[in-house]
């Protein structure tokens, strides 16, 4: 790859998983002031893209969403699809 656009997958990430943590912090606000709440599928989408990280940081930091075993499945999926973006492309 040249120049920038090998460094797109981390920039990727680093975007995604940043969005996904203050997703859910904002969630969290919104929820102890029981107001309009992120639907959780938007949660789950953004922390199986590649999220995951930011979406399980988040989770135990803020103590949000840590009764629902599929959030700790879809961020740990996240995770690894995170894991799999980084090894392909350099493995090219």
């Known amino acids: 790859m040249s120049g920038w ?8 990430l680093l975007v995604v998983n940043v969005f996904e943590f203050f997703v859910m912090y904002f969630d969290k606000k ?3 002031r029981k107001r309009w709440r992120v639907p959780e599928f938007d949660l789950l989408f953004i922390g199986i893209i590649g999220g995951g990280i930011g979406g399980l940081l988040a989770q135990q930091l803020f103590r949000h969403k840590t009764r629902k075993l599929r959030f700790y499945f879809f961020f740990i999926f996240g995770t690894l699809v995170a894991i799999a973006i980084i090894y392909f492309s350099y493995k090219r």
């Open 30 to 32: 919104r929820a102890k």
């Open 5 to 12: 656009l090998k460094h797109l997958p981390w920039l990727y």
